[in-house]
């Protein structure tokens, strides 16, 4: 299996731009999730879907962050409109059966906002 | 406000030495925490886990160590191993609340 695959790995935008970061989870896991690390907050939950649906969205950060799920296989990570402090590493996980205790990780995506 | 954190950001040690990882929480009601490594340009993966009904975990070099009076985890990794050099980050759980630290940069030097 190839794992979470993530695209963009890295991504450099300009304040006020609309970033999308994608994430392909593994075949077959039904739950996915989305995270931030920073710094000074380390890795922080953003949003999780099982069965492609939002279960909490508490951690997404403002009303410029958004996410979707489509389908099992594909999810969306969106900034509109980015902004210097969101410049982190975004990481998405998925796992089988809802659990965050076997969640895999993809290698993550370098957002870099200027 | 951090309710789980690494107060060290890095740890030097010599190989075959005994590394030694600190966590503290602040919050009672988690009921699982875990230990991700993570190497420069990949995600976390799981490392090593514990229920909060147990004070202890070992697998193989690693054991993973559980105060909840002193609401304080700790990971031990024995003996130490080059390749062991990542980050380690802790993360509790508390039905589907689930926090990280900011973890650990260690180093083992051969």
């Known amino acids: 299996d190839a794992g979470v695959i993530q695209s963009p790995r890295h991504e450099v935008t300009e304040m006020g731009q609309e970033v999308t970061l994608r994430c392909k989870p593994i075949?077959?896991?039904?739950?996915l999730f989305w995270y931030r690390q920073t710094m000074m907050r380390g890795l922080e939950l953003l949003i999780y879907?099982?069965?492609?649906?939002?279960?909490?969205d508490s951690g997404m950060p403002e009303d410029r962050f958004s996410a979707k799920m489509p389908n099992a296989s594909f999810s969306t990570l969106k900034i509109q409109p980015s902004e210097p402090r969101d410049s982190a590493v975004y990481f998405c996980?998925?796992?089988f059966g809802g659990g965050v205790r076997e969640q895999y990780f993809g290698p993550g995506t370098r957002l870099t906002v200027t | 406000d951090q309710q789980v954190k690494q107060n060290s950001p890095s740890l030097s040690v010599q190989e075959g030495r005994i590394s030694i990882l600190n966590c503290d929480y602040t919050?009672?009601?988690?009921?699982?925490f875990l230990w991700y490594k993570k190497y420069p340009a990949e995600g976390p993966t799981f490392l090593i886990s514990?229920?909060?009904?147990?004070d202890k975990n070992e697998d193989g070099r690693f054991t993973v160590f559980l105060n909840k009076s002193a609401k304080h985890l700790s990971l031990h990794i024995v003996p130490s191993q080059p390749g062991d050099s990542a980050v380690y980050f802790c993360?509790?759980?508390?039905?589907?609340?689930?926090?990280f630290g900011t973890g650990t940069s260690l180093t083992v030097i051969p």
């Open positions: 919050n009672s009601m988690f009921d699982y």
């Open positions: 996980a998925s796992s």
């Open positions: 879907f099982n069965n492609n649906v939002p279960i909490d």
């Open positions: 075949s077959g896991h039904n739950s």
């Open positions: 514990i229920s909060s009904i147990k």
């Open positions: 993360a509790a759980l508390t039905g589907n609340q689930f926090y």
